[in-house]
């Protein structure tokens, strides 16, 4: 028997048409977004806002555009900072701060946050108070930590550390309250010790969540870098925008700005690279 597989055979009366999905909407709600799509829409809303930022400086009077210098002009003053000003030990400084006092941050936080949403008694001693403290303004602080610690780099590295402690904490107590009460139920019925129910389901379980909570949260840390530097600095980004400050240098404080969100941003990759790494079966199931 021949069969006739000619692509031009018509389609009989009994076979259904191949189903084509409809193309998916740029307002889809929940839609889906490939990684070049992600790419292309990030990059395109970066360059609309250094686009919009550079029509403003157009757009502003000429002599008042020293106060709104352009893309260029920023950027050129990086460059320039970098090549004449040793700007770049003024960045490694700011980010050893930064990245030590987040790391002493999460070594008070992750053990207490655990601990709290393991044990519902030592969170009702607990939490009240740390909800409290996530009220209190880091920058309140800074007369206090002159007097206790002096213009030093402890005292700035305290500051960014209280920026972001207690918020930290906060958030992980949410990633381990929300691991599933059958894990922990099912670790009970085999026998497992409150050791190894809080070692090896609870933080498991929420490794991920933690991990995302303390991307978030280091975002906060750089958004109190300037303050941190700002009294009796003399390196740092914040230093260097300070001395800009006084002489009404607005593209120096602008390059500051421009190079903590670089930073800021490479930071962030970071992290989601970390995340990717350690924990591949998150994005699998996405």
């Not at 889906?32 to 360059?47: D, E, H, I």
């Not at 002599?63 to 352009?70: A, I, S």
């Not at 809080?198 to 949260?217: F, K, T």
């Not at 009796?232 to 700005?257: E, P, Q, S, Y």
Request: with cysteine; proline share 6%; charged share 15%.
């Amino acid at each position: 028997m021949n069969i006739d597989n000619s692509p031009d055979k018509p389609i009989s009366q009994g076979e259904a048409p191949l189903f084509s999905p409809p193309k998916e909407k740029f307002f889809s709600v929940r839609g889906t977004v490939s990684g070049r799509q992600g790419f292309v829409l990030g990059l395109l809303g970066l360059v609309s806002l250094f686009a919009l930022w550079q029509l403003g400086h157009w757009a502003t009077p000429e002599l008042q555009r020293k106060f709104l210098p352009g893309v260029d002009e920023v950027v050129g003053k990086i460059i320039y900072l970098l090549i004449n000003k040793d700007f770049i030990s003024d960045i490694g400084v700011s980010l050893y701060r930064i990245y030590l006092s987040f790391f002493v941050a999460c070594l008070v936080a992750v053990p207490l946050g655990l601990i709290m949403g393991c044990f519902v008694k030592v969170r009702a001693l607990v939490n009240p108070t740390v909800g409290g403290l996530r009220y209190l303004p880091a920058a309140s602080f800074v007369p206090l930590l002159l007097v206790y610690l002096g213009p030093t780099d402890t005292a700035k590295m305290a500051l960014l550390f209280l920026g972001c402690v207690f918020f930290l904490i906060a958030l992980i107590l949410d990633n381990v309250l929300a691991v599933p009460k059958e894990f922990v139920e099912s670790a009970q019925t085999m026998g497992a010790d409150r050791k190894h129910i809080i070692l090896r389901v609870a933080l498991p379980a929420a490794a991920p969540q933690i991990l995302d909570s303390m991307r978030n949260m280091i975002a906060v840390s750089w958004t109190y870098l300037v303050i941190a530097e700002i009294v009796a600095a003399t390196d740092g980004i914040g230093a260097v925008m300070m001395r800009g400050a006084k002489f009404l240098h607005i593209d120096i404080i602008m390059a500051g700005i421009l190079t903590i969100g670089v930073l800021g941003v490479l930071t962030d990759i970071l992290f989601r690279n970390a995340s990717r790494f350690l924990f591949p079966y998150v994005y699998t199931r996405k």
